[in-house]
């Protein structure tokens, strides 16, 4: 404890108080896990980062996958609007007689 101590008094008055947390904060995650200390605990927080950026990236795909979808729906519907629905009348008012929506051939 002696050599950390005049370690601590060879910093700078600035980062001592910081030298001094780090140091108790250790001294803690060694009591806490003897064996692997404050290491474990990194170890552990470089696991939950990885398997964030992981669920990230997959969100963001799924959002593009999800996008590029709905752009080409929006893209089919705008040509299928393009060409008109074929139970619309022509120009002299006469229904599509093929068209499904013709009730005179739903009666025959």
Request: with cysteine.
């Amino acid at each position: 404890m002696f050599i950390k101590s005049m370690g601590l008094a060879m910093l700078e008055r600035y980062s001592r108080a910081e030298a001094a947390d780090s140091l108790y904060y250790e001294a803690y995650c060694r009591i806490k896990d003897p064996v692997y200390g404050c290491v474990g605990l990194i170890t552990i927080l470089h696991q939950q980062i990885y398997d964030a950026q992981c669920q990230l990236a997959r969100i963001q795909a799924e959002i593009a996958a999800l996008s590029s979808q709905s752009q080409s729906e929006v893209q089919q519907y705008r040509q299928d609007e393009n060409v008109g629905p074929s139970f619309l009348p022509d120009q002299n008012g006469v229904p599509n007689s093929t068209s499904y929506y013709d009730i005179s051939t739903w009666f025959d």
